[in-house]
């Protein structure tokens, strides 16, 4: 199993950037998929999720701003980011959970990608 996250960079306050996680090795269309994120000193954090459906939760700090799709032709999952703010700083990770993303806890989740980093400066 292998979750392959990219499009990670850095921008400035206001900027947008894209998020991809390529997923191999599983059956795609029955994982709930999610974007999490840490900062250096902080907690791994839910950002949003997807269930199999398509339904769609995000955390309250980036309502409005990101949005959470996935491909199930492609077995992607993506994050796309606008307006970002320096608070949003942190590594990016995308995470499986088999049937479905009722839960926020990384700990319940069953597969990782390797992060990437997104840095945004004022």
């Known amino acids: 199993v292998q979750l392959q996250a990219s499009g990670g960079g850095s921008v400035h306050t206001g900027g947008s950037l894209t998020l991809s996680c390529a997923a191999s090795?599983?059956?795609?269309?029955?994982?709930?998929m999610a974007w999490f994120r840490q900062a250096p000193g902080k907690e791994r954090e839910s950002v949003a999720r997807?269930?199999?459906?398509?339904?769609?939760f995000y955390a309250d700090s980036v309502k409005g701003r990101f949005t959470i799709s996935r491909d199930n032709a492609k077995n992607t999952v993506f994050l796309q980011m606008n307006s970002l703010k320096p608070e949003d700083t942190a590594v990016y990770y995308c995470?499986?959970?088999?049937?479905?993303?009722?839960?926020?806890?990384?700990?319940?989740?069953?597969?990782w990608g390797q992060g990437t980093l997104v840095t945004v400066s004022s």
């Open positions: 995470a499986a959970r088999l049937g479905g993303v009722s839960t926020i806890r990384a700990r319940d989740y069953d597969y």
């Open positions: 090795g599983i059956s795609f269309s029955t994982y709930g």
């Open positions: 997807i269930r199999i459906g398509g339904s769609t």
